[in-house]
């Protein structure tokens, strides 16, 4: 247990009491701290040193406390016993020294520091978590967050870790050594726009995250209890007369049911027999999303296969004098 020291060093003449006549300390029933320049606390088996000063800021039952307004327990070594949890009575000194103190995020947190407040009664600190409680009752804050993968071993910590359906976006236009075709750049957008669409509508059921380091220019995968369960490709090579362009597809009605679909996995239901039903039910329904491969992952097949979605993955223009044919190649 450590102690949260409010000075750069405790002095001997900080002892809060003094002898009693016998030579003894007084253990209990202390009148006040009187005399006393620093102040060590003992609130619930958390620590502190502090000055009379500091706790004197504001008329509050620390400031009872040092004038002998209020009695005070003090043990053998001169601790000043506080009978409270001392999980936010450092914030409540901060406060004290300040004179305002960053409140944690979390509204619950936020209650409780207001229930210390109220018992040491430091009416600026009540009003400060008064005002904060009332921002988050009226305004909305943006509690959607993306996580970014900054490496494929964080990624697969995250993936493995985590209690929800995973979707992926992976985008790196970048990554392209051939030229784009003309409505690419809008798909590629309206890609990442869905993502974010899909990321507040489902925020909370499902953890969405971005990809930027990986090969694919635009790919969407989808995970369950940890493992990949649908992957959808955008992007296609155009082998055309002159050159290579890569195009960049926008398969939303795909997206979208993969989304749906991954939702079965939420709070562990993906493993029941209706779960491999739907995912059955999925595989190869939506028109026009193109080639759909499934690539098992063991031994034990069935729901352990992983749906593959390429849409147009290779296009050939074959002009001709009497017109343009359209070859497909796998």
Known sequence: MSAQ??????????????????????????????????????????????TVQTLSKEDS?????????????????GWVVLDRCGRHFGLVLNFLRDGSVPLPESQREIEEVLK??????????????????????????G???????????????????????????QNNR???????????????????????????????RVLFVKDVLGDEICCWSFYGEGRKIAEVCCTSIVYATEKKQTKVEFPEARI????????????GRGSGPGGVALLESGVGSSSGAGQSEEE???????????????????????????????VYKD
Not at 15 to 29: A, D, I, Q, T, Y
């Open 174 to 204: 970048g990554n392209n050594k051939y030229s784009y075709t003309s409505n690419s750049d809008d798909n590629l957008l309206k890609n990442i726009e869905l993502f974010d669409k899909l990321g507040l509508r489902f925020n909370g």
């Open 116 to 141: 210390e407040a109220q018992f040491y009664r430091v009416q600026g600190l009540i009003q400060h978590c008064h005002t904060a409680l009332k921002k988050r009752m009226e305004g909305f804050e």
């Open 61 to 77: 039952l620390l400031k009872s406390m040092c004038n002998g307004g209020v009695e005070v327990t003090i043990d053998s070594e």
């Open 296 to 326: 098992g992952a063991g031994a034990g097949g069935g729901d352990r296969r992983v749906r593959r979605i390429h849409v147009r993955r290779h296009i050939m223009h074959d002009e001709r004098g009497h017109g343009q044919q359209t």
């Open 143 to 169: 509690a959607c967050r993306i996580p970014m993968i900054t490496s494929a071993k964080e990624e697969q910590r995250m993936i493995a870790s985590c209690r929800k359906p995973v979707v992926k976006l």
């Open 256 to 267: 979208f049911e993969e989304t749906l679909n991954i939702l079965i996995y939420e709070n």
């Open 5 to 50: 020291a409010s000075t750069g060093s405790v002095a001997s003449e900080s002892l809060p009491v003094s002898p009693s006549p016998g030579g003894e300390r007084e253990e209990k029933g202390g009148r006040g701290l009187a005399g006393s320049k620093y102040v060590k606390l003992n609130v619930g088996g958390s620590l502190h040193y502090t």
